[in-house]
């Protein structure tokens, strides 16, 4: 009998393991995704106050990159510019941010959110179902082990922001 709950202790542990790993790899696909949006996604004008501001990517809930995001930008710049990862736990933070990541601790204030976002040009990615038809921006969808991309081009267009059509080739359009 112990040898037999050894072993379910084990294969718990190590299932525990392996979904740690493909949690880990998920969101080093995302903090990628999101890093990589900086290039392919262009903010009006004023977003910038000036040349040498730095770009924020925001995340506001709980923060399920781990380092993976911090690790992502970490030494790199986009036009002279470097970026910070802010953690925020309100949506009034957001303001200084060019991309929002909101996470799924908050799935049940994402429209409020989203509503109280709509006219600022702030790219915003969720990862919960219905994260774009919400008037979300971006939304992270796992699809057979694979992170796709659902995006909200009249959302994009409220906030003022030209998304490149080559991320727009990898991604599912989503109509509200």
């Known amino acids: 009998m ?9 294969l ?9 790993g493909q949690e880990l790899d998920e969101y080093q696909v995302k903090a ?19 040349p040498t501001d730095r770009i924020a990517i925001c995340i506001l809930g709980q923060d399920p990159f781990g380092g993976a995001l ?12 470097t970026f910070v990862v802010p953690r925020i736990s309100d949506v009034r933070e957001a303001s200084g941010c060019q991309i929002l990541f ?9 429209r409020a959110v989203l509503v109280e976002l709509k006219a600022s040009s702030i790219l915003t990615v969720g990862e919960t179902e ?3 038809t919400e008037g979300g921006v971006i939304n992270f969808k796992l699809e057979e082990g694979r ?23 990898l991604a599912q359009i989503v109509k509200k």
């Open 130 to 132: 219905g994260f774009t």
């Open 102 to 110: 909101v996470s799924a601790s908050e799935s049940k204030r994402a």
């Open 2 to 10: 112990a040898f037999l709950i050894a072993r379910v202790l084990i």
């Open 147 to 169: 992170v796709r991309l659902r995006v909200n081009v009249e959302a994009a267009e409220r906030a003022k922001l030209r998304i490149s059509s080559k991320l727009l080739s």
């Open 70 to 81: 911090d690790d992502a930008v970490k030494g790199k710049t986009f036009e002279g510019r």
């Open 12 to 20: 718990e542990v190590l299932l525990a393991a392996v979904v740690h």
């Open 32 to 50: 990628a995704f999101l890093y990589n949006f900086v290039k392919f996604v262009e903010w009006p004008p004023q977003t910038f106050k000036n």
